[in-house]
């Protein structure tokens, strides 16, 4: 059964501060893992993974992937207000179209 | 804006009550999900719908019935729910079932008293 984990399950930092969110997973015939930021309702798509190594940058988020060591990592710099939210991650097999996600990192960036 | 609407947002129902929550996507997508999310625990995939036809159906109670008349509208219509049933349920699409990134609706906040 594919597995995803993520850590911390909850976090709070002040402004100013930089976090790092951990994804670790496992998945039968991996395909891409991805990250969402979810405030209030709708998760949004912050990045799709499927290459070990190469980082995927977008303003002060950035994230990158080790699938030798079956995770992933979500840096945010420089953390403002507007940050707090869920952050989720998900891994895809090769196989269907299932997506599992974990339950997800719960931040809080206080002024 | 995702391009997925949801409607309702919200949605108060009694256990013997029937309604149906409806999905729309305008990003001209061939599949859709439906996820069930509850407090503290990861999105759960309900259903599948590719081109219209379901293609997966992750053992979920036949009190949720899904509906895919085209390729742009999903619904979900729910009978005789459970308090346990509460939960936030958002609708989503891809490109096609190979397609990695999916775009999630805002939800509907279900509430059975």
């Known amino acids: 059964e594919d597995k995803v984990v993520q850590s911390p399950l909850s976090l709070v930092v002040h402004e100013g501060d930089t976090v790092t969110l951990n994804c670790s997973y496992e998945?039968?015939?991996?395909?891409?893992l991805l990250w969402y930021k979810q405030e209030k309702k709708a998760p949004t798509f912050l990045f799709m993974l499927?290459?070990?190594?190469i980082e995927k940058k977008s303003g002060r988020l950035s994230s990158i992937l080790d699938k030798k060591e079956l995770f992933s990592i979500l840096n945010i710099t420089a953390t403002q207000t507007g940050d707090s939210a869920i952050y989720l991650c998900?891994?895809?097999?090769?196989?269907?179209?299932?997506?599992?996600f974990g339950e997800g990192t719960q931040l809080t960036v206080n002024p | 804006e995702t391009g997925v609407t949801q409607t309702p947002r919200h949605l108060v129902m009694g256990m013997t009550n029937k309604k149906s929550l409806k999905c729309e996507q305008h990003?001209?997508?061939?599949?859709m999900y439906w996820y069930k999310q509850s407090a503290k625990k990861p999105l759960e995939l309900m259903f599948v719908?590719?081109?219209?036809?379901?293609?997966e159906n992750n053992s979920v109670p036949s009190r949720f019935s899904p509906e895919c008349p085209n390729s742009s509208h999903l619904f979900l219509h729910l009978h005789t729910l459970q308090p346990e049933d509460s939960a936030l349920y958002l609708c989503?699409?891809?490109?096609?079932?190979?397609?990695?990134?999916?775009?999630f609706g805002p939800g509907t906040r279900l509430t059975v008293l």
């Open positions: 499927t290459s070990s190594g």
């Open positions: 998900a891994v895809a097999a090769s196989s269907g179209s299932r997506l599992t």
């Open positions: 989503a699409s891809s490109q096609d079932l190979s397609a990695s990134t999916q775009y």
């Open positions: 990003l001209g997508h061939n599949a």
């Open positions: 998945v039968t015939n991996f395909r891409s």
């Open positions: 719908y590719s081109l219209e036809e379901r293609v």
